[in-house]
């Protein structure tokens, strides 16, 4: 799908210069059906493994949660890409993840925060959407489907956003930066643009020039951080 592989070629060139330059092990958290970023950990010389429940049937790949993920040693780098806030448990799965990383190896994290999309936000989004005839089509997205299930609740955003957070069982962008921060040490952090590969004729430019006049809220978090020695 073409949205997709915008997304993470863009989310790539934050991902590849994180990673150790000499190759190494490297497991992709919450890699997806379609593999996530391991063809491109691959292709770029690392050895790749992606863990998740839904990857696909390959060589490569383990369907499993990365809490019953065993690494054979050490980790060289850990890449968590929109996985971290819907782990069952986010403490056990940050301790996971500690436990996993050599001593200084980097963890690199791209993440949303569902908290800061406050009603202006939602509804630039739903403004910049392309017209669909049908919810099952291949050119309907998410937020779509988000659109269309908020009308049918009835309820205000806010009251919309938390009953469905909650229903998703997902962690909120701030309580996962707390968690980072207790077990690793942070290199960088930023907040920027997350919708922009489901929005018809939006780049991530077009996003963050929205967030940079205040007309949106940053929603994306991209977090880089080190296993403390």
């Excluded at 934050?14 to 063809?39: K, Q, Y």
């Excluded at 630039?124 to 919810?135: K, M, Q, R, S, Y």
């Amino acid at each position: 799908m073409k949205r997709y592989d915008e997304w993470f070629a863009e989310m790539w060139e934050f991902v590849r210069p994180a990673l150790p330059p000499d190759g190494g092990s490297v497991v992709e958290i919450g890699c997806g059906t379609r593999g996530g970023f391991v063809p491109r950990l691959r292709a770029a010389g690392y050895d790749a493994t992606g863990v998740d429940p839904n990857a696909p049937e390959e060589p490569g790949y383990e369907r499993v949660e990365f809490e019953q993920y065993r690494p054979a040693k050490p980790l060289d780098a850990i890449v968590a890409c929109t996985s971290l806030h819907h782990v069952a448990d986010l403490d056990v799965a940050l301790d996971h993840v500690a436990a996993s990383l050599a001593p200084g190896a980097p963890l690199i994290v791209i993440e949303m925060a569902w908290e800061r999309w406050d009603e202006a936000t939602i509804r630039w989004c739903f403004g910049h959407l392309a017209p669909v005839d049908d919810l099952e089509s291949d050119e309907a997205t998410w937020l779509h489907h988000q659109r269309a299930a908020f009308a049918e609740s009835g309820l205000s955003w806010d009251d919309y956003l938390r009953a469905w957070a909650t229903e998703e069982g997902l962690h909120r962008g701030e309580r996962m930066m707390a968690g980072l921060d207790a077990r690793f040490d942070q290199t960088f952090r930023a907040e920027g643009p997350y919708c922009f590969a489901d929005l018809d004729g939006v780049t991530s430019a077009d996003e963050q020039a929205a967030i940079d006049a205040g007309q949106i809220r940053a929603v994306g978090i991209r977090y880089l951080g080190a296993a403390r020695r």
